[in-house]
T-cell receptor, first 116, second 114 residues
Framework: GNSVTQMEGPVTLSEEAFLTINCTYTATGYPSLFWYVQYPGEGLQLLLKATKADDKGSNKGFEATYRKETTSFHLEKGSVQVSDSAVYFCALSDPLGRDSSYKLIFGSGTRLLVRP | DSGVTQTPKHLITATGQRVTLRCSPRSGDLSVYWYQQSLDQGLQFLIQYYNGEERAKGNILERFSAQQFPDLHSELNLSSLELGDSALYFC?????????????FGEGSRLTVL
């Protein structure tokens, strides 16, 4: 079945450092890809998404490009801030096989800690 | 604020007991999803409802059941609780379960089984 693999955490960086969190996927067809972020004590919220190959999703300085040839959707940010400390989840849309309905399959999450 | 409301936020109970978790989706959203987040299993899809009808089941145990009511709120019932059921249970909603759609998550209900 479809699946998502993302790098183990925690990732610890100093403020203004460059961030990369790797995400690869296995899927039949052409799923949409997502990055969700979970701040402490909160639910998940969508950070960015890409719906087809070569699309680049971006938001709040974060970017990720849908790479079909390498089945990857790595998250990057040029200069992280302390406020970016959170858990980041890569996800793909997985068809439920009925009425064009989908669910999201999530990776295991990567905790990011940014130090001042 | 995602607009999705979950109650209770925290729940502590004993093994063998039964609990009900409640979710109110965002206004206008017809689709509700339940996910379980545990340390060893990550985020696992449990079940989805659309406009009152069950759409799909994921890794949901037979001891668990859910329903979506005419006013679109949903309840997840967990019975014969075991220690391993301790987890954070998230509800999410969307207008429709499309591949490009965004899920809006509640803050979760943290269940502790002692």
């Amino acid at each position: 079945g479809n699946s998502v693999t993302q790098m183990e955490g925690p990732v610890t960086l100093s403020e203004e450092a460059f961030l990369t969190i790797n995400c690869t996927y296995t899927a039949t067809g052409y799923p949409s890809l997502f990055w969700y972020v979970q701040y402490p004590g909160e639910g998940l919220q969508l950070l960015l998404k890409a719906t087809k190959a070569d699309d680049k999703g971006s938001n709040k300085g974060f970017e990720a490009t849908y790479r079909k040839e390498t089945t990857s959707f790595h998250l990057e940010k040029g200069s992280v801030q302390v406020s970016d400390s959170a858990v980041y989840f890569c996800a793909l849309s997985d068809p439920l096989g009925r009425d064009s309905s989908y669910k999201l399959i999530f990776g295991s999450g990567t905790r990011l800690l940014v130090r001042p | 604020d995602s607009g999705v409301t979950q109650t209770p936020k925290h729940l502590i109970t004993a093994t063998g007991q039964r609990v009900t978790l409640r979710c109110s989706p965002r206004s206008g959203d017809l689709s509700v999803y339940w996910y379980q987040q545990s340390l060893d299993q990550g985020l696992q899809f449990l079940i989805q409802y659309y406009n009152g009808e069950e759409r799909a089941k994921g890794n949901i145990l037979e001891r668990f059941s859910a329903q979506q009511f005419p006013d679109l709120h949903s309840e997840l019932n967990l019975s014969s609780l075991e220690l391993g059921d301790s987890a954070l249970y998230f509800c999410a909603s969307s207008v429709e379960g499309t591949s490009t759609g965004e899920l809006f998550f509640g803050e979760g209900s943290r269940l502790t089984v002692l």
